[in-house]
DNA sequence: AATGAATGAGACTTCATTCAT
DNA sequence: CATGAATGAAGTCTCATTCAT
């Protein structure tokens, strides 16, 4: 069994190591350190800003070696990209899984949220970077289009819940999408930061939704 | 007056100068249209994506003569980002003026944000721009570091009216605090989508944290 | 007026030099040198072999330096062609208009191409490394048929005349054809060896056209 | 008896290996097999457009597993050229020996280039090759020299012949050396094209050293 | 005999920056 | 003030070759 090493930070082991094949080598583990220290440089620094050597030193090899896996740092990144696709939407449908109300089901997709980016850090904070990636890379927003446009179908799909429950008022739909899309983009935005800031915005959404956050002030005064 | 250029969409071309050299070439108005361009450039591509010579040639310039404005890219960077700080902070003081409450002035803000959106599209996702691409490149985040101190602030010194106010019990302001942080954040990521949905997401907020956008479902299953 | 430098051989100047531009540099001077060494280098080594390194240090600047001039290296390449079939196509158009026979236009032709040779040897071996170029490298092939396919014409029009004089009977047109042809690419194969063997092949092929190279043996044995 | 598979294109794949790991396979196979493949690749694009792992996947192998065979990329090479020869060369003396005239030879040696063309398609268009490579590779013309040289040795020596036999007059004999090269080389070139015009070449060569490919015009004009 | 992981040199290309004019 | 020629560092990718297994 592999162990998952996701959440170790992005090792920068360059060790010296003389022509042929390394003794007692699994390709799988190379593979596996690839993907993890690309998913962890790519959510840090975006895809721009990552070279190919960087993520070839921090997985303990040369930068042409990269090339017996992935056929370009583009396929590179979407392979990262799908394998996060698979992890975060098993683990959303789970959670939308867990309630009937629109209530709950935003509750409990905020706390999956919320342990994604305690069990797989750079997994989490990657997601961001792929926004931000599409939009300043053409060939990112290429690749990677018709996943994100899956993505936005998601939040319509717990709104309309919502809806069904008498929890929101049609009219309001709208407003509950835009709001249910800003929140999640803003935490993913920021995950990378400490988990507790996190924990807190989580919750106080959560309260503010029970309408126990904020309570109208003792003396209105504008 | 000189026309606000900030509106126009980055312009990828100098304009077809007719009547060969424009008597007027003022110093002043190629300043003008270099940071107008930069601003808009890097807030759609970012710090990394955009070169020289892009920023130039929109500008109507070669890259070599940017050097006659700025000392590099680093510095036309973050002179178009202190010219934000100072549009922003303007409109934003102002927001917070208007009201006594956490509501008020949070409400306020928020519709302070949507209208430099509306005003200054590419000022708004300027800044979102500046989050990232402090976090991607080192000598960004060195440059900027202070202003982002400053802006951090800010969100505790409204929640603390809050908190004066009642309106916000004091073991709830970390919650408030990120809450705000998230919400401003998502909110600036998705401002350079249509001003349509950015309306809907404030609009949301404000229903929210009023109470009325969400209630109980008819009947609760889960 | 700018000197043919056409006859030089590829220098190989690799002048140290400091950074901004250098002093008293004439950007036509440069191109010219560029174009060339590139045509020489082509034409002695082709495509695959001449290194964007091997083009700019000859021409005495850095390879970055080259894409001030050209898109690409293969844009050189396309470039260097494109400057021969002029030169070439003038001389043989020439050539041509000075008789009305087959014989006399072949002739002519040959001897055309003799004196291409000698005064621009690169440009008519360069010739020659196209045709290989095209077939090694698909890349060349794509930008480049179009004027191969040119060129074959031009020897059918050439035997043309020759049927319509009645000097070729027109059931040999194919094999009359198919002579000159070989007899063309043999010629820009050997052009870079010595300019006599070159000067007594096109004398053989003159002389064998009228029936005064080789004659019956003197008793026939086999 | 192994199948000659020098006619074959040139296999770009592995044999889809049915039923596991083949019980024959031979050395000598896998041997014959790479040969073959590197005559038709090199003949078709040369040596510095070939890769080994062209070579190694078209002969169901990996690249690494070639140098079980060979020392090197250019060992290789120089071993398909040394098999080349051999083959060519039999032939080539045999066709010499069918006749005692200048012409009889020279026809012969035209017919048995065509029918190796027939024969080895490959083969025949890697002479070709070898020549250019020659030129454009230092370090295949230092391991090549000195075959080229015997061959050049030939073409005097058919020519003497014809010297003998009185069919060539001695001042002219660098002439028809010349013409022979030419010829040769032209025919040599133009093999990789169709079978038809090939022919048609030869015939051409053999019909005008009769004399009976081109008369004087009608009315000479010029 | 063969695989396939890995190296290291070197290719093409981009780009921030410098500087003579 | 502006151009545009040029550098040099760096980035993506290719490939001949080596070698543990």
Same mark, same amino acid.
């Given at each position: ?64 070696? +990269?090339?017996? @896996?992935? =056929? ?5 990144? $979407?392979? #990262? ?5 698979? *992890? ?55 690749? +990677?289009?018709? @996943?994100? =446009? ?5 939040? $319509?799909? #717990? ?5 069904? *429950? ?57």
């Amino acid at each position: 069994m592999r162990k998952p090493t996701a959440d170790a930070p992005c090792d920068d082991t360059a060790t010296g190591r003389r022509r042929g094949r390394p003794p007692a080598t699994d390709s799988a583990d190379t593979r596996q350190k690839i993907f993890d220290v690309a998913r962890c440089l790519f959510a840090e620094r975006g895809y721009g800003a990552v070279t190919n050597k960087d993520v070839a030193s921090a997985a303990g090899i040369t930068s042409g070696a +990269l090339y017996h @896996y992935v =056929e370009s740092k583009l396929d590179l990144y $979407v392979q #990262v990209d799908v394998d996060m696709q698979r *992890t975060i939407y098993r683990r959303f449908q789970e959670a939308l899984a867990s309630s009937d109300t629109f209530i709950g089901k935003f509750s409990a997709l905020l706390e999956a949220a919320h342990q994604l980016g305690v069990d797989h850090p750079f997994a989490a904070s990657f997601v961001g970077a792929v926004r931000t990636d599409m939009r300043r890379h053409p060939e990112v927003a290429e690749r +990677l289009s018709k @996943y994100s =446009e899956e993505r936005e179908q998601f939040f $319509v799909d #717990v709104v309309d819940v919502g809806v069904a *429950t008498g929890e929101i008022a049609p009219a309001d739909k709208p407003l509950v999408v835009a709001f249910v899309r800003t929140v999640l983009i803003g935490l993913t935005e920021t995950i990378s930061e400490t988990p507790q800031q996190h924990r807190h915005a989580i919750d106080g959404v959560t309260k503010l939704l029970r309408g126990t956050l904020v309570t109208a002030p003792r003396h209105e005064t504008a």
